[in-house]
């Protein structure tokens, strides 16, 4: 038996956030409360991560087994076809899940597993640095983080504006990667595996890049016809490989518009609450981009997801 550590917020209909690996469900802390005005938010801790212990050591933590894990506290919640959000591995989960359960819609934050083959080199490398160092520096990296100069060092990688984020979040974020027991064996059951196309998707998707994302090259990372026919894609200008504290405002206008606008806010934003439960080609693509985040805010609307021209399939290998 395993628990999954979630924190749940807001009214209407439900939204799931999924994380990415060596993270935790606080790195949408930025955009929780504004996305509680809209939906009834349940932030997960996957297993491995967070407050979440690591699925038994007879079970491989594939994306697919992760997912199951998801399905089973969504059950528990009484839960069914959420709206699902996923920054990284958590966009992979977020697939896995689609494809063995209803949801109502699917975006998709800077999205692993679209290598052609096996996880590309250069990001296998950069997640196990980025582990080692969190492990054996983690209290000078926390002390690093407390300055501006010090998060723009530590989080230049993953983020577009590291400034941004609060010195408290920089430290929960430290400590998410290097305490995260999940971490290794969730990268060897990801490392030769990819994201495949699965025509029995059928939930609206929007997938999201941030213009600054260093982690994701286009060339090796990208290959979008591996996405759910149908995916539309935007663009978050300024952000980097985790959005959600390079610019709130435009990931949660994003997700917003993703849903189809048939998010309707409920009563009042409720009392959130920490939980704990038991886990019992791109043939159809629309390719769009977000208005400059800026732009959306000068006008007081979501960011534009239209469509701009048909997408044509990446063809470099990974």
Not at 132 to 157: P, Y
Not at 206 to 229: E, I, K, M, Y
Not at 237 to 248: A, E, K, V
Request: hydrophobic share 40%.
């Amino acid at each position: 038996m395993n628990t999954l550590s979630y924190a749940r917020s807001g009214a209407g209909e439900t939204l799931l956030l999924l994380h990415g690996i060596g993270c935790s469900r606080g790195d949408w802390s930025a955009v929780v409360p504004a996305l509680a005005e809209h939906f009834d938010v349940v932030a997960v801790d996957l297993p491995g991560f967070g407050a979440t212990p690591p699925l038994p050591p007879e079970i491989e933590p594939t994306p697919a087994a992760l997912a199951h894990a998801v399905a089973e506290l969504l059950d528990e919640l009484g839960l069914q076809a959420p709206h699902v959000a996923g920054n990284s591995l958590g966009c992979w989960v977020a697939l896995e899940l689609a494809a063995a359960r209803p949801v109502a819609s699917l975006t998709l934050l800077s999205p692993a597993g679209l290598g052609r083959r096996n996880t590309p080199l250069y990001d296998s490398i950069t997640l196990r640095a980025t582990h080692w160092g969190a492990r054996r520096a983690r209290r000078l990296l926390e002390r690093m983080v407390g300055t501006r100069v010090g998060r723009a060092v530590v989080f230049a990688q993953t983020l577009g504006r590291p400034a941004r984020m609060t010195p408290e979040q920089a430290r929960n974020a430290v400590r998410a990667m290097a305490y995260g027991p999940g971490f290794d064996a969730v990268m060897r059951a990801t490392l030769h595996r990819h994201i495949t196309p699965d025509p029995t998707i059928d939930a609206p998707a929007t997938v999201a890049f941030g213009s600054r994302d260093r982690v994701l090259l286009p060339f090796q990372s990208r290959h979008l016809d591996q996405l759910p026919p149908g995916t539309r894609v935007a663009e978050l200008p300024g952000c980097g490989h985790i959005p959600m504290t390079d610019d709130p405002e435009a990931v949660v206008s994003l997700i917003v518009a993703s849903t189809g606008g048939s998010a309707v806010p409920g009563p009042g934003t409720g009392a959130g609450h920490d939980g704990r439960r038991t886990r019992s080609d791109a043939q159809s693509e629309v390719i769009a981009r977000s208005t400059s985040s800026r732009a959306a805010r000068r006008a007081g609307t979501a960011p534009a997801i239209r469509p701009v021209r048909a997408a044509r399939p990446t063809t470099a290998a990974s």
